[in-house]
């Protein structure tokens, strides 16, 4: 385990703890079109689609990819 590995894992769990957090809040707010974990602007086609969407695609799939991984550990 070096530096990079460190800064790897706490970069991950960062990004779990705020696509979880943002997920909390979905279907119930109306996105603000930036998503809540990298603060990039979310597609607008997303927001078509998902008038609540509140992650852009990429952070929806990492949100996805927690979900599935907490359910594992909490089994
Ligand atoms: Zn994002």
Do not use: Y
């Amino acid at each position: 385990m070096d530096e990079a590995d460190l800064a790897n894992d706490r970069a991950e769990q960062f990004t779990a703890d705020a696509v979880l957090a943002a997920r909390a809040k979905m279907d119930t707010a109306p996105s603000t079109g930036i998503c809540q974990a990298c603060h990039e602007g979310i597609e607008p086609e997303r927001i078509q689609a998902n008038p609540t969407a509140q992650l852009c695609r990429d952070c929806a799939a990492e949100a996805e990819a927690a979900r599935k991984r907490s359910q594992r550990v909490g089994g």
